[in-house]
T-cell receptor, first 118, second 111 residues
Framework: AQKVTQAQTEISVVEKEDVTLDCVYE???????LFWYKQPPSGELVFLIR??????QNEISGRYSWNFQKSTSSFNFTITASQVVDSAVYFC???????????????FGTGTLLAVQP | DVKVTQSSRYLVKRTGEKVFLECVQD?????MFWYRQDPGLGLRLIYF???????EKGDIPEGYSVSREKKERFSLILESASTNQTSMYLC??????????FGSGTRLTVV
């Protein structure tokens, strides 16, 4: 069965520290997509990144970087030099195959609350 | 930009009331979803729809129903609201597996 595990419930760091949010997934699909979303206190889910199962290249976007490793079924997210504005709940998610490819449920982990202290 | 609009940001209803949560998307997406979000449980899928008048149960459909009469609108219905349905409800739409757009959420309190 498809599953996403974010073992870290809460992380607290001091500004300018680097922090890594872990994500481990389970799927029987050979083709799948992985996502990270940010949810600030306002509540809206903000899309950060999508990665397909055939692309294991790491990605960097400013202070954000993602490490995708199929061998360990992990898709970890690192924030370098964290800032107070990074404080939010972060969700990792997996898109699975549906009936005949027509449906595409997005399965979420339970989220990691990141608190960046000034 | 794709927009997913949820009609209410905050809602307070009484136990036993019939509650409608509305979601509208403006990009002709085939797929629409309703999730509820609770602390420590993440987002859990209630129902989804891949076409007009089509619906599929998600992981926690009990106590809910849905309606999709038009492609752009996907309604979540609480037939008889109960206090354990107090939650944040998020609607999403998607053309395929590659992209999902979420609404701002409706925080429902049942008293």
């Amino acid at each position: 069965a498809q599953k996403v595990t974010q073992a870290q419930t809460e992380i607290s760091v001091v500004e300018k520290e680097d922090v890594t949010l872990d994500c481990v997934y389970e799927t029987r699909d050979t083709t799948y997509y992985l996502f990270w979303y940010k949810q600030p206190p306002s509540g809206e889910l903000v899309f950060l990144i999508r990665r397909n199962s055939f692309d294991e290249q790491n990605e960097i976007s400013g202070r954000y970087s993602w490490n995708f490793q199929k061998s360990t079924s992990s898709f970890n997210f690192t924030i370098t030099a964290s800032q107070v504005v990074d404080s939010a709940v972060y969700f990792c998610a997996l898109s699975e195959e549906g009936y005949g490819g027509a449906t595409n449920k997005l399965i979420f982990g339970t989220g990691t609350l990141l608190a960046v202290q000034p | 930009d794709v927009k997913v609009t949820q009609s209410s940001r905050y809602l307070v209803k009484r136990t036993g009331e019939k509650v409608f949560l509305e979601c509208v998307q403006d990009m002709d997406h085939e797929n629409m979803f309703w999730y509820r979000q609770d602390p420590g449980l993440g987002l859990r899928l209630i129902y989804f729809s891949y076409d007009v008048k089509m619906k599929e149960k998600g992981d926690i459909p009990e106590g809910y129903s849905v309606s999709r009469e038009k492609k752009e609108r996907f309604s979540l219905i609480l037939e008889s609201a109960s206090t354990n349905q107090t939650s944040m409800y998020l609607c999403a739409s998607s053309p395929d597996r590659e992209g999902y757009t979420f609404g701002s959420g409706t925080r429902l309190t049942v008293v």
